[in-house]
């Protein structure tokens, strides 16, 4: 250990803590936002492109011990663990199941140089060594939170070392903020072609005609969905972290808004056949049918990957379906509406094959699907650049992070431009 670097009890470096509640409000459908686990990234982020929400008249009971405010860190403490993250400013919502919120003291410690130490494989292993392991799950604890030991430098060291991390995830922060600019854009263009019915050449006056997904234009040609695609299930294995064999897709690797993250997917290993069989190509379209049925997925890029048993290949069976409207017809609210109502299961939603498709759609005319994925296309092309950015970005930073947060990159004497004692 470099010298100015000690080992503290965590009571030394935050001032208050407090563990989520242990049950759940009933949900709503806008107010402030309940900060769930799904919401906190492996990377040090909150993720609210899917947001639960609390009534604005149980949210005094509900931060009743702790309203989380700007700065404070929250971390999960059960089931999914080691998932880190700081209140950004203008948050307001409250603690969820399974998440604990701490405030650091900033005498001591700087709030970015926490969450960095929070990620690195020295606190992962102190947590390991005193997690307590459940038959189901395992957790954190929290009684004995307060005592678990952190190595930590001077606080100039510390905000020094959160300045060379810090705009890695600026960049990530701000590739994720286009991305999510594009897809609105994606989405809006779809909404006014397909569902207000403002498309190039569309006629102010035609009559329209009621389908099971809401009204169409009279002319479009109604169609069954069962008889433009055909379906596959996915594969059957177990998914590694070791780079061998195929990408494995499953329903979690597949993000609610629309897109796949393929740095984050796993591996797999399966025969010749069986790779052949379940390779997916570039405009494959697969929706998740068990756990989160209806979420659905494009490959936008060329990548050796297969798809898994709960995930479903819709491949369009005729040209005059074109995979970017068939993909966004099934994101729809619409679409979305109806899947939810063909889901079954008492314990775990699913669905079926002949469920996903055994609906009546309206198809628009080839030549329109064709002019929406030349505009389409471009912005889904340029989501996927800004994703492989913040792949590379993450493993640049997961690099350095373990070298500067045990000292052994040493940047006490470099001249490195900090933020104010406040930060």
Not at 146 to 159: A, D, G, H, K
Not at 180 to 193: C, F, G, S
Not at 259 to 278: G, K, L, M, N, Q
Not at 316 to 337: D, V
Request: proline share 8%; charged share 20%.
């Amino acid at each position: 250990m470099n010298p100015g670097w000690q080992t503290v009890p965590m009571s030394a470096v935050m001032t208050e803590f407090y563990d989520g509640p242990h049950a759940t409000p009933p949900p709503a459908d806008d107010g402030p936002i309940y900060l769930g686990i799904k919401n906190m990234t492996e990377d040090g982020h909150l993720d609210l492109s899917e947001i639960r929400h609390i009534a604005e008249k149980d949210y005094p009971e509900w931060t009743r011990r702790v309203e989380p405010r700007a700065g404070d860190v929250v971390f999960t403490y059960e089931a999914s663990l080691h998932r880190y993250a700081i209140i950004p400013a203008g948050f307001r919502g409250t603690l969820g199941r399974r998440v604990a919120l701490l405030r650091a003291d900033p005498r001591v410690i700087n709030t970015r140089f926490l969450v960095y130490a929070f990620m690195s494989p020295l606190w992962r292993r102190t947590v390991e060594e005193r997690l307590n392991i459940g038959s189901t799950v395992d957790r954190l604890p929290l009684i004995d939170f307060p005592n678990f030991p952190i190595t930590i430098p001077s606080l100039e060291v510390q905000r020094k070392i959160a300045a060379v991390l810090s705009p890695y995830d600026d960049l990530i922060e701000n590739n994720t903020r286009r991305i999510k600019v594009l897809e609105e854009m994606a989405q809006r263009i779809y909404r006014e072609w397909f569902v207000d019915f403002r498309y190039p050449g569309h006629q102010a006056d035609e009559p329209l005609v009621e389908t099971q997904l809401g009204a169409a234009p009279a002319s479009w040609e109604q169609w069954n969905l069962a008889d433009l695609v055909t379906t596959q299930y996915g594969f059957t294995a177990s998914a590694s972290t070791a780079p061998v064999g195929p990408k494995f897709l499953r329903g979690m690797d597949i993000n609610k808004a629309s897109y796949i993250d393929w740095s984050t997917v796993p591996f797999c290993s399966v025969s010749a056949d069986e790779h052949e069989r379940y390779r997916l190509g570039p405009d494959d379209v697969v929706v998740v049918r068990m756990a989160d049925p209806g979420k659905v997925g494009i490959v936008e890029t060329a990548i050796d990957a297969i798809f898994a048993s709960y995930l479903i290949r819709l491949a369009p069976a005729a040209q005059q379906l074109q995979p970017y409207f068939l993909f966004y017809l099934l994101i729809s609210q619409q679409y979305q509406q109806f899947a939810r109502g063909a889901s079954s299961g008492t314990t775990r939603q699913s669905l079926s094959a002949p469920g996903i498709t055994n609906v009546q759609i309206a198809l628009p005319p080839l030549d329109v699907q064709v002019s929406f994925d030349r505009f389409v296309r471009p912005m889904r092309k340029a989501m996927a650049r800004l994703l492989e950015a913040n792949a590379v970005l993450r493993h640049t930073r997961d690099l350095f992070l373990p070298r500067l947060i045990s000292g052994e990159i040493d940047v006490e004497n470099l001249a490195i431009a900090v933020e104010d004692a406040a930060a």
